[in-house]
């Protein structure tokens, strides 16, 4: 059974980073590296966002609100992916996800305040 969990949210200042981590089981290696990987967000009060995806082969496609401060990548090696962001900004706060192929984690909180 593929899973997917969440982890390294947490409250931050405006300004400041956080790394978010997404761990895979339930699949092998190569499942892993064939499938399209992103995350996505869902602040309160407003539908669920598309934040950064990827698929092997492929650049990874960010959204407009990014504007370079996040950063998405996988190691392959460990079945993870990862969300590095910097410059966190009051409108990041959010229920952040990751997802592979159809599978979703449990989201993970970020709140930012200022």
């Known amino acids: 059974q593929v899973q997917l969990v969440e982890s390294g949210g947490g409250s931050v200042h405006v300004g400041e980073s956080l790394n978010l981590t997404c761990r895979c089981t339930g699949m092998s290696d190569f499942v892993f590296t064939q499938q399209r990987v992103g995350w996505y967000r869902r602040a309160p009060g407003r539908e669920r966002e598309l934040v950064a995806t990827?698929?092997?082969?492929?650049?990874?496609l960010y959204a407009p609100f990014v504007k370079g401060r996040f950063t998405l990548s996988r190691d392959n090696a460990k079945n993870t992916l990862y969300l590095q962001m910097t410059n966190l900004r009051p409108e990041d706060t959010a229920a952040y996800y990751c997802?592979?192929?159809?599978?979703w984690g449990q989201g993970t909180q970020v709140t930012v305040s200022s």
């Open positions: 990827n698929v092997i082969g492929s650049n990874t």
């Open positions: 997802s592979l192929g159809t599978s």
